[in-house]
């Protein structure tokens, strides 16, 4: 399976960006997937897992309440809508992944097996 981040740029703080993974290869419908980040100088960090079906979603701390996953599985394809950015939310953003079906979000990096290039986001303060 690839996985295609797209949607980054350049943004104000207070503004809004959506993030789309756009999956070829095969389905990814039937398994759980997340967004991570990586800012400048710092490890990646999960940012919000979302479960195979759409029901079920999880959020760091950090951005609870002003980021949104979703996913349109007949489409293959997962957002991350991003609202109230702050200069800190500035960081490459990948998309991924699990192995295991139909399962429930997950939050850790090694639960994820397939990941896409990342796409820049960049909030100026």
């Known amino acids: 399976v690839q996985l295609v981040e797209s949607g980054g740029g350049l943004v104000q703080a207070g503004g809004s960006v959506r993030l789309s993974c756009a999956a070829s290869g095969r389905t990814v419908s039937v398994y759980a997937m997340g967004w991570f980040r990586q800012a400048p100088g710092k490890e990646r960090e999960f940012v919000a897992g979302?479960?195979?079906?759409?029901?079920?979603?999880y959020y760091a701390d950090s951005v609870k309440g002003r980021f949104t996953i979703s996913r349109d599985n007949p489409k293959n394809t997962m957002y991350l809508q991003m609202n109230s950015l702050k200069h800190e939310d500035t960081a490459v953003y990948y998309c991924?992944?699990?192995?295991?079906?139909?399962?429930?979000?997950?939050?850790?990096?090694?639960?994820?097996?397939?990941w896409g290039q990342g796409t820049q986001v960049t909030v100026s303060a």
């Open positions: 979302i479960n195979w079906s759409g029901s079920s979603t």
């Open positions: 991924a992944r699990t192995s295991d079906i139909y399962s429930n979000w997950r939050n850790g990096e090694r639960e994820y097996g397939y």
